[in-house]
């Protein structure tokens, strides 16, 4: 975006009085639809719903379960709170939940794969409650992990945590990408750039796309009721990836472990809150 356009876009933005004019304003400007209370209820029930998937997911992962055994265990709590799984069937994405296992970055599919000791799975679920999405991800151990795993994991982790520090009004979606890309590459790890984070609530993805690499002061000020996903793929080795066959499955070019954790944020008058709290 050239300055000029920016500065005319800004200047928009300072004049709105009211929540209302914002509102219209960002729908215009960013085709954002910033949330109103009643959408943030519903938001933060789909979320603990996400969270209650997530944990019972959890208490089942051990070495000798398949991705296919998690995909049934989302199914079955989705349907239990008559929710129903936003990546069933979205752009032809096969089953409930993606699963991605060690060098796998994003949206693994669940098949017969049997988990063995010392893996790491990242399990990604968007439940659709009373017509509202709420998106979140964590990165388990399988058994006992080894130092790699050990590291990726509570580095990707650590990203997140400081992503989601960076939310607050006056600040930018910058401010988010320069947080997490800083911290990756002092610890000696890098960023994935072809996935994002997303605006989230009403849709699977919104606007506007959340970088998890990028500059200061860079991008859209963040305002109150703005809802996104912050989801740092964070690899071991080398950014680079590739697709494979089945049009998917992302998995690191170098072969390196690849971890993420997601959460869904609500930004507020004074800063944020997580939607998705698993902390
Ligand atoms: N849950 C993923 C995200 O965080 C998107 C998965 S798309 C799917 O945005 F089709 F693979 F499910
Ligand atoms: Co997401
Ligand atoms: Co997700």
């Not at 876009?9 to 729908?27: G, M, P, W």
């Not at 690499?213 to 080398?238: A, C, H, Q, S, W």
């Amino acid at each position: 975006m050239n300055y000029k356009k920016l500065k005319r876009k800004l200047r928009k933005i300072r004049s709105a009085r009211t929540f209302q004019e914002l509102k219209v304003q960002y729908d215009s400007l960013y085709n954002i639809k910033l949330k109103e209370k009643d959408d943030i209820i519903g938001i933060q029930k789909a979320g603990r719903l996400a969270i209650a998937i997530l944990k019972s997911v959890e208490e089942h992962i051990a070495p000798g379960i398949t991705t296919n055994d998690i995909n049934s265990i989302v199914e079955e709590i989705t349907t239990q709170h008559n929710a129903r799984s936003a990546p069933l069937n979205y752009h032809g994405f096969p089953k409930s939940v993606c699963t991605s296992v060690n060098e796998v970055i994003c949206h693994g599919i669940p098949d017969d794969t049997i988990l063995r000791d010392g893996d790491i799975v990242n399990v990604d679920v968007t439940p659709i409650l009373d017509g509202y999405y709420a998106d979140t991800s964590m990165t388990f151990f399988v058994g006992s992990p080894g130092n790699e795993a050990r590291k990726i994991v509570t580095v990707s982790r650590e990203c997140l945590r400081r992503g989601v520090l960076a939310v607050k009004p006056g600040n930018r979606i910058g401010d988010i990408g320069y947080a997490i890309q800083s911290y990756a590459e002092a610890q000696g790890c890098s960023v994935v750039r072809e996935y994002v984070g997303h605006g989230v609530g009403f849709d699977f993805h919104e606007s506007p796309q959340v970088p998890h690499y990028g500059k200061r002061g860079d991008g859209i000020p963040l305002v109150p009721g703005m809802v996104f996903t912050i989801e740092p793929m964070i690899n071991l080795g080398k950014p680079n990836l590739h697709v494979l066959a089945d049009r998917w499955t992302a998995v690191t070019d170098d072969g390196s472990l690849s971890a993420q954790f997601e959460q869904t944020v609500l930004v507020t008058e004074t800063g944020c809150e997580i939607l998705t709290p698993f902390d």
